[in-house]
C-alpha cells in the first residue's frame, strides 16, 4: 500500500491520544492493581516532562526509545510519550534473558532504555554502548547516564517543567505532533523461539486500523469509563493494541496486572476489577474452567438435567451466568487470540450460549486479521476478515482443501528492520502477507486455521498432518494437562505432561497414570486416520517450556 493510497484518509493516530485526554482530564485512566491510579491529566503531565527530559536532551523524532518492564502505569505513560513526541518505540518482553534485551536494544539502534525493576537487576549497560541513558519506570529516576544534556535534563526537570508553564499545565496545552500514516511508530521484536528475532516495523497506519476497528466494532457495546483489565504483556501486539491502545483512547480506566500473573491473582482481579470486556490467550480462560467450572458441573445429576430439553435451557442460562461471574460478571464478551483454543472448552462455552470468541492477528499486522463479535462467530472459527483486510487461502478449493492464509491492507508492517531478504519472503510482489499459518475459509468468508505450516509433519505416503489437531484432541482427555505430538522413524509419538496435582487428589501412582494414558491412546486412535495414528506416549515431568505469548516451544522437542 503506497502513501497516496492512505494518506488524506487516515487522521492521525496521536490525535485520538490528544482527544482522549482533553475529553477525559478528570477521570481515572490507568492504575497499578493494588496500587496507584493516575487520571487522564496525571498522563498529561507525566508526559510532558518525559517530552521535555527528551527535547533538552536532544532526542530527535525518529530516534529510538526501548521500553522493558512488566506491565505497568508508567510504562503506558513511556509508551504514549514516545509517540506522541515522534520517537520509535521499541516494546521489549520482559520474559527475554538479559542477552536478548541487548541484541534487540543494540539492533534497533535505541537511543534511550526504560527499565522495570527486575529487569534493571538483569541487565549490562556496557554491553549496549549506544545507550544514551537508562530510565528507571517506577519513577523515571536516571538508571544511567552518558550525555550531559539528558542528565542536565533529569536534573533540572521541575525547573524546565515551570518554565514551560508558569501559570500551570491545563488541557490547553495538550498538543501532540501529528503523525504520518506511512511514518514508521514502533518495531515489534516477534518472540522469536530460534535464533534472533525479527524486528517487526508497524508504520501509524497499522496502529490506526486496528484502533479504528476496535472502536466501530467494540467501543459501541461498552459504556463509557468502564474498568478493563490488561493481562497480556503489552509488549506483546495482542495485548498493546486490544488490552492498551483500544480503552485507553476509548476512555477507558486500565487496571494492570504488574505481578506475575498467576491464575489465581487473575481470578481475584477479575472479580475486583470486573472488566467490560476480557481479551486472553486462551490458556488462562481453559485453566479457570477446567479448575472452578467443570468440578461443579460434570456431575450425573448436572449431566441428566442438561440432556432434559426443558430444563437444559433454564440450566445452561444458569451455568452460563455462573462461569461469567467467575471472569467478573460485567464482561461483554470474552476474547480469545493468541494460539489454539481448546475445542472441549469451546464446545462447553459455546454449548451454553456463553459470549464467547476467538480472533485472529499476527505481530505482522499490527495484530488484527479476523474477528467476529459473539452473536456471529462460528464455532471452530477465528472469525472474518476485519475492516481495512483482504484474507485469502493459496489452494485449489479454499473452503474444502487447506493452503496457506494470506492478508493484504492497512494493518500489514512496512517489513522486519534491517532484514530485506526475511521482508521479501513475508511480503510478496503484490503485497500479500504470508502468514505461514494453514487453513480454510467458508463462503461467508469465515477463517478456519488448521496449523503452521513449519509444525506440518508429512506421513508415510505423503499424507500432510497437522500435530495442532491431534494434540487438540489429546488434549481434551483425561489427566492431560498439555500436549506435543513428534514424528520418530516417521511413527508419531505424544508427549505429555499429566495432572498430577489431580492424580495426587485421586490417590493415582505412577502406573495408574501411564495405564490411562494407554486408554486415551487407544480412544483417540479410533478418532484417527491410520496415517496420523498415535504409536506412543511418553509422559513428562515438568511443563513444557513456552514463549511469553504461552505458546510450547515446539522446536526443543522435534
Known amino acids: 500500500m503506497s502513501q497516496t493510497d492512505t494518506k488524506g484518509r487516515i487522521p492521525s493516530f496521536n490525535s485520538y491520544i490528544e482527544k482522549v485526554i482533553v475529553d477525559n482530564w478528570d477521570k481515572d485512566a490507568l492504575t497499578d492493581y493494588k496500587g496507584a491510579t493516575l487520571q487522564f491529566k496525571d498522563v498529561a503531565r507525566k508526559i510532558e516532562k518525559l517530552h521535555i527530559t527528551f527535547e533538552n536532551g536532544n532526542i530527535k523524532p525518529g530516534d529510538k526509545i526501548a521500553i522493558c518492564g512488566r506491565n505497568s502505569s508508567h510504562w503506558a505513560v513511556a509508551y504514549l510519550a514516545t509517540l506522541t513526541y515522534g520517537a520509535v518505540a521499541v516494546p521489549i518482553l520482559h520474559e527475554f534473558n538479559a542477552e536478548q534485551i541487548h541484541n534487540i536494544v543494540n539492533h534497533s539502534e535505541a537511543k534511550l532504555l526504560f527499565v522495570g525493576d527486575v529487569v534493571a537487576t538483569m541487565i549490562t549497560p556496557d554491553a549496549m554502548p549506544d545507550l544514551e541513558a537508562i530510565f528507571y519506570l517506577p519513577d523515571f529516576s536516571l538508571v544511567i547516564s552518558r550525555a550531559e544534556q539528558i542528565t542536565y535534563a533529569r536534573e533540572h526537570l521541575n525547573e524546565l517543567y515551570g518554565k514551560k508553564f508558569p501559570k500551570?499545565?491545563?488541557?490547553?496545552?495538550?498538543?501532540?505532533?501529528?503523525?504520518?500514516?506511512?511514518?514508521?511508530?514502533?518495531?515489534?521484536?516477534?518472540?522469536?523461539?530460534?535464533?534472533?528475532?525479527?524486528?517487526?516495523?508497524?508504520?501509524?497506519?497499522?496502529?490506526?486500523?486496528?484502533?479504528?476497528?476496535?472502536?466501530?466494532?467494540?467501543?459501541?457495546?461498552?459504556?463509557?469509563?468502564?474498568?478493563?483489565?490488561?493481562?497480556?504483556?503489552?509488549?506483546?501486539?495482542?495485548?498493546?493494541?486490544?488490552?492498551?491502545?483500544?480503552?485507553?483512547?476509548?476512555?477507558?480506566?486500565?487496571?494492570?496486572?504488574?505481578?506475575?500473573?498467576?491464575?489465581?491473582?487473575?481470578?481475584?482481579?477479575?472479580?475486583?476489577?470486573?472488566?467490560?470486556?476480557?481479551?486472553?490467550?486462551?490458556?488462562?480462560?481453559?485453566?479457570?474452567?477446567?479448575?472452578?467450572?467443570?468440578?461443579?458441573?460434570?456431575?450425573?445429576?448436572?449431566?441428566?438435567?442438561?440432556?432434559?430439553?426443558l430444563v437444559s435451557k433454564r440450566i445452561k442460562q444458569r451455568i452460563s451466568e455462573e462461569v461469567l461471574k467467575a471472569f467478573g460478571g460485567n464482561a461483554y464478551e470474552v476474547i480469545i487470540g493468541g494460539a489454539a483454543f481448546n475445542q472441549e472448552v469451546e464446545e462447553f462455552l459455546t454449548g451454553i450460549e456463553f459470549p464467547v470468541t476467538v480472533g485472529y492477528g499476527t505481530t505482522e499486522c499490527a495484530p488484527l486479521i479476523c474477528y467476529s463479535d459473539y452473536h456471529d462467530f462460528i464455532p471452530g472459527s477465528c472469525g472474518r476478515p476485519v475492516s481495512n483486510m483482504e484474507v485469502k487461502i493459496l489452494s485449489k478449493d479454499p473452503a474444502n482443501i487447506s493452503g496457506e492464509i494470506v492478508t493484504r491492507g492497512m494493518n500489514v508492517m512496512l517489513g522486519y528492520y534491517k532484514n530485506p531478504e526475511a521482508t521479501k519472503e513475508a511480503i510478496d510482489e503484490d503485497g500479500w502477507y504470508h502468514t505461514g499459518d494453514i487453513g480454510v475459509m467458508d463462503a461467508e468468508g469465515n477463517v478456519f486455521i488448521k496449523g503452521r505450516i513449519k509444525n506440518m509433519l508429512l506421513g508415510s505416503s505423503g499424507q500432510n498432518i497437522y500435530p495442532e489437531e491431534i494434540e487438540d484432541a489429546l488434549n481434551s482427555m483425561m489427566m492431560v494437562t498439555e500436549s506435543v505430538v513428534v514424528q520418530r522413524n516417521e511413527k508419531l509419538t505424544a508427549l505429555v505432561y499429566p495432572d498430577y496435582d489431580e492424580a495426587k487428589q485421586m490417590g493415582l501412582d505412577q502406573n495408574d497414570i501411564v495405564e490411562i494414558m494407554e486408554q486415551n491412546r487407544q480412544k483417540l486412535n479410533t478418532t484417527l486416520p491410520a496415517y496420523s495414528k498415535i504409536t506412543a506416549i511418553e509422559l513428562r515431568e515438568s511443563e513444557f517450556e513456552k514463549t511469553p505469548k504461552k505458546s510450547i516451544k515446539r522446536y526443543l522437542y522435534q
Open 168 to 309: 500551570y499545565f491545563r488541557k490547553e496545552h495538550v498538543s501532540y505532533r501529528m503523525d504520518d500514516p506511512e511514518e514508521l511508530a514502533l518495531i515489534n521484536y516477534t518472540s522469536g523461539t530460534t535464533g534472533f528475532s525479527k524486528g517487526v516495523m508497524l508504520p501509524y497506519r497499522a496502529l490506526w486500523s486496528n484502533l479504528d476497528f476496535c472502536l466501530t466494532y467494540l467501543g459501541d457495546k461498552l459504556k463509557k469509563n468502564s474498568n478493563m483489565l490488561c493481562i497480556l504483556p503489552m509488549a506483546h501486539m495482542y495485548g498493546m493494541a486490544v488490552e492498551f491502545i483500544f480503552p485507553f483512547c476509548h476512555g477507558h480506566h486500565i487496571f494492570f496486572l504488574s505481578r506475575l500473573p498467576s491464575p489465581a491473582v487473575i481470578a481475584e482481579a477479575f472479580t475486583e476489577v470486573k472488566p467490560a470486556v476480557i481479551i486472553s490467550v486462551p490458556l488462562i480462560i481453559e485453566k479457570i474452567i477446567r479448575k472452578k467450572v467443570f468440578p461443579k458441573i460434570q456431575t450425573n445429576t448436572m449431566r441428566l438435567l442438561l440432556n432434559m430439553p
